[in-house]
């Protein structure tokens, strides 16, 4: 299932974009939405990978037995959506350079895996070091200073 | 600036959506963007009044001295957008029917104003309890039992 989402944020970076993608799947697995960061794309501070492949699955009445993968940590607003709709799984290709809500959510009963995928903290390492400056806007971070 | 938040919620019940509203202000007052849930005219569950607003308002680096303005408790999805984002305040018109996460937000230094204002009571009040279905569905209570 991480590879759905690495190759979401392949797209965005070879449009791009900031390079992180997401996937929801339901319980067996099959794909109902997938997603990537578009604040580049479309000019959408709104858009992170996690939202947007939400977005895509549509409508929903019980998001309990669906599983959100993505191939970073989820930042705080990535994370209020796992909790709010109940998303009852989360995998995170790596965490290493973000460490967003994943722990918050394992404390609230979301079962949170951390991939520690090579690739995606490759990815991400290489981006964060090239547009430094596109990576802080993403996370809110005004000064470039992270908390 | 409640007012602006509050007609937002009119349009969204007038379009046959979920009536809430939203806007971001800047410090001095200035609008910088607004918007209503779109969930029922979108099809976009991912679209909460206060996602929407901060999609108007557009790509910024710096939302320490902005102001959000919503018609209900944010949501954990939209405290956690205001979390991860930096919005220094936020105004919210009521929190009777639907507590969400304000006091986590003030907990982690946003200045919270609750107003209690009694069109918005009303307003969701009515909607609640005309149309629970869409209304549990947009909170991700897949069982119509409030947790």
Known sequence: MLEVAYQEALRGLAEGGIPIGAALFDAGGALLGRGHNRR???GDPSTHAETDAFRAAGRRRDYRSTIMV?????CWYCSGLVRQF??????????RTFHGGHDWLAEHGVRVTVLDDARCVELMTRFVAERPELWFEDIG?????TR
């Open 141 to 145: 971070v005004a000064d470039g200073v």
């Open 70 to 74: 993505t191939t970073l940590s989820p």
């Open 86 to 95: 109940g998303i009852g799984s989360v995998i995170v290709g790596e965490a």
């Open 40 to 42: 580049v794309q479309s």
